[in-house]
């Protein structure tokens, strides 16, 4: 059930780092490149563009809209001249605004309303990932650490419905192996554990509360791979055991039926009966099923909405197939579903919340060629206005189309994908093109709607091939599974019969094409250019992978509970023939195959691939006399937040391809 997903300026002070400060850096700080070389690196691109990196990476000036649940107020980011990214609380009915949080070194990584007059925000330090949980008031005060605990990591579990003053969150903090609830006073930080994990062999990987912030249910996991649902009837009754499944099913409460006259009714994803995960309406005391609610014969369910306000009615279910996709239910809904689709024709919309009377949506409105515009839209007046647009400099008609792409792998796979098409390519004029593999490399996948990556692309001339490569998520259990140990083999074909597919079509020069990925896709990336080295002009790896031993011998404590089964899914490192495997697909123990130029990029404080994974690449292909470019920073982890951090990342990136894609400009 579990997929572990694997679903940030001090590197500019190296050079001036004493022998004691440099000891203290994670990694090797001899190995990065100075500022020098990548100022140099970057200079390689010369050509005249419309628009600069900057351009496509800076922060929006407003961004990331809320609406607090009673409507009173609308939240928004702000960027100040520094990059620095503020949250601004406006009252809707006087206008006046003002700065609620603001954002110092450490970034704020996300936020929202935990009540109508307190603002929930989480930050770690220097992409950790050991993420605190704060809470202010909208005018700033009060603010609170609720989370002050070194080195623990906070994820969200429930905002209660019913009790707007609490939230229950799971933190690490007994043990930093296992997760345990808690709930917390987001006014005084008073904290209350919920319930002990204390099988650290068998720990508990979810828990199941209502909006009223009763455990009902857990989901325990058992040798690393097997996992139990329980469920009590009520407080004083013992758990008993409703499901039993393993890492490759899904049984997993999405809420439960408060519409029910039955209070054990729930609204389940799941995949026990169905290759692609469906909705099903649960009797979760009587183990039954009452109801198939929704599925899709070749896309995963995405998940539902209710109206709390309409007596908790479905609203709609949504999926990801080619395009996000929404399928209204209620009457309401069907009817604002009509009126968003008809007034933002060519564009998906989300709503990013609404009020609790529902008399107000906040909207966001984007496609493959716009990076989104923020509406509300008040439904007593029947009136959408315009709050952002986040990207004005970015206009529409420069930008590339994506299109949905499908086609056979070499053993009879069908496999979806996407490509950026640079305006103006054609066979007359073929263009460069760049593969980049998501990461993961289980669970996540690529989907349609604007990237800022693959637009800087287009606009130097190169398109962009992304492939949900066989386990990419969504696609249904079968596709999934078929990843299973094939990282490095068949997960790779995938994307070599992508490029072969794209090669059919004509426009494509088949004597440039890169390849770019990060995390899992920066492993693939480092397996193409020691596999295929003969399809490849150059590669560049971002916080990637390269050698499976080390990597698993990396894993934050958190991840421990998982290693079984990242041994059916990867390789197991016991097994002889697995450690054979393991040995052939890990790019660092076979450097002595990688020929073409290569630019390696990572965050010295990423939790999930250690700064050594990409150290052993770039020391050992400098010992073969290659030049690497290795950009690392500091104060980064897993990818890179910082705005002066992306935007000379990117720099860098297209100054690399400039020189290998195009011979230099």
Do not use: C
């Given at each position: 059930m579990k997929h572990l997903i694997t679903i940030l300026f001090l590197s500019l002070m190296t050079t001036m780092t004493s022998a004691q400060e440099s000891k203290d850096l994670p990694g090797n700080p001899e190995l990065p490149s100075t500022p020098a070389e990548l100022q140099a690196l970057a200079d390689l691109e010369t050509g005249d563009y419309d628009y600069s990196v900057e351009d496509y990476f800076k922060r929006p000036e407003q961004s990331t809209f809320r609406f607090s649940p009673d409507g009173?107020?609308?939240?928004?980011?702000?960027?100040?001249?520094?990059?620095?990214?503020?949250?601004?609380?406006?009252?809707?009915?006087?206008?006046?605004?003002?700065?609620?949080?603001?954002?110092?070194?450490?970034?704020?990584?996300?936020?929202?309303?935990?009540?109508?007059?307190?603002?929930?925000?989480?930050?770690?330090?220097?992409?950790?990932?050991?993420?605190?949980?704060?809470?202010?008031?909208?005018?700033?005060?009060?603010?609170?650490?609720?989370?002050?605990?070194?080195?623990?990591?906070?994820?969200?579990?429930?905002?209660?419905?019913?009790?707007?003053?609490?939230?229950?969150?799971d933190l690490n903090k007994n043990n930093p192996q296992i997760f345990e609830p808690y709930r917390l006073n987001i006014r005084t930080g008073e904290i209350e554990q919920l319930f002990k994990n204390e099988d650290v062999e068998n720990p508990i990987a979810d828990f199941t509360f209502d909006k009223d912030g009763n455990l009902r249910g857990y989901t325990q996991q058992f040798n690393g791979t097997d996992y139990r649902f329980y469920y009590r009837l009520s407080e004083e009754a013992p758990f008993e055991i409703v499901k039993e499944f393993n890492w490759r099913d899904n049984f997993a409460i999405i809420d439960f039926d408060y519409a029910s006259k039955n209070p054990h009714d729930a609204y389940v994803l799941t995949d026990l009966e169905n290759d692609t995960k469906e909705i099903v309406r649960y009797d979760l005391a009587e183990n039954k099923v009452l109801e198939k609610m929704f599925s899709h014969e070749t896309y995963d369910a995405g998940g539902m909405s209710t109206s709390k306000k309409r007596g908790?009615?479905?609203?709609?279910?949504?999926?990801?197939?080619?395009?996000?996709?929404?399928?209204?239910?209620?009457?309401?809904?069907?009817?604002?579903?009509?009126?968003?689709?008809?007034?933002?024709?060519?564009?998906?919309?989300?709503?990013?919340?609404?009020?609790?009377?529902?008399d107000r949506y906040l909207l966001y409105v984007g496609s493959d060629r716009l990076y989104g515009k923020y509406y509300a839209y008040d439904t007593e007046k029947d009136e959408f206005t315009l709050l952002m647009h986040l990207m004005p400099q970015l206009k529409e008609e420069d930008m590339a189309v994506m299109r949905p792409i499908k086609f056979?792998?070499?053993?009879?796979?069908?496999?979806?994908?996407?490509?950026?098409?640079?305006?103006?390519?054609?066979?007359?004029?073929?263009?460069?093109?760049?593969?980049?593999?998501?990461?993961?490399?289980?669970?996540?996948?690529?989907?349609?709607?604007?990237?800022?990556?693959?637009?800087?692309?287009?606009?130097?001339?190169?398109?962009?091939?992304?492939?949900?490569?066989?386990?990419?998520?969504?696609?249904?259990?079968?596709?999934?599974?078929?990843?299973?140990?094939?990282?490095?083999?068949?997960m790779l074909d995938d994307l070599e019969d992508g490029v072969a597919y794209v090669k059919t079509m004509g426009f494509i020069d088949e004597d440039r094409i890169a390849i770019y990925g990060g995390s899992y896709g920066g492993l693939a990336t480092l397996g193409s250019l020691v596999n295929t080295p003969e399809l490849y002009t150059c590669g560049v790896d971002y916080v990637g992978v390269s050698n499976l031993f080390t990597f698993f011998k990396s894993f934050p404590p958190y991840w421990k509970p998982y290693l079984e089964q990242v041994y059916e899914q990867w390789y197991d490192e016991r097994d002889p023939e697995d450690q054979k495997i393991m040995k052939q697909v890990s790019p660092a123990l076979n450097v002595d195959k990688i020929t073409k130029p290569l630019f390696v990029i990572q965050g010295a404080n990423d939790p999930r691939v250690n700064i050594d994974e990409s150290d052993q690449v770039v020391e050992n292909l400098r010992a073969r006399g290659y030049d690497v470019p290795y950009m690392v920073k500091y104060d980064e982890g897993h990818g890179f937040g910082k705005e002066h951090n992306r935007i000379e990342l990117y720099e860098c990136m297209m100054g690399f391809f400039a020189k290998h894609l195009k011979g230099g400009e």
């Open positions: 009173k107020y609308f939240s928004y980011r702000q960027r100040d001249e520094d990059g620095k990214n503020h949250i601004y609380v406006k009252d809707t009915e006087t206008g006046k605004t003002q700065l609620a949080v603001k954002e110092g070194e450490d970034l704020i990584r996300g936020y929202g309303w935990g009540n109508s007059t307190r603002l929930l925000y989480i930050k770690d330090k220097g992409g950790d990932e050991n993420y605190h949980v704060y809470a202010a008031d909208v005018d700033g005060g009060n603010a609170i650490d609720l989370t002050p605990f070194d080195g623990v990591k906070a994820n969200f579990s429930n905002t209660l419905k019913d009790q707007d003053d609490h939230i229950i969150v908790y009615e479905v609203d709609y279910y949504y999926y990801n197939g080619e395009k996000r996709t929404m399928i209204p239910v209620s009457e309401t809904f069907t009817s604002l579903h009509k009126k968003f689709s008809e007034e933002f024709k060519g564009k998906e919309y989300q709503i990013v919340n609404r009020t609790d009377e529902e056979t792998s070499r053993d009879g796979l069908t496999i979806h994908g996407y490509l950026t098409i640079p305006q103006g390519a054609s066979a007359e004029n073929k263009v460069p093109m760049i593969v980049k593999p998501h990461g993961g490399p289980y669970g996540p996948r690529d989907s349609w709607g604007f990237n800022p990556e693959n637009q800087l692309f287009a606009s130097r001339g190169y398109a962009t091939l992304q492939i949900n490569y066989r386990g990419s998520g969504g696609y249904g259990k079968k596709f999934s599974l078929a990843g299973n140990k094939q990282i490095g083999r068949k």
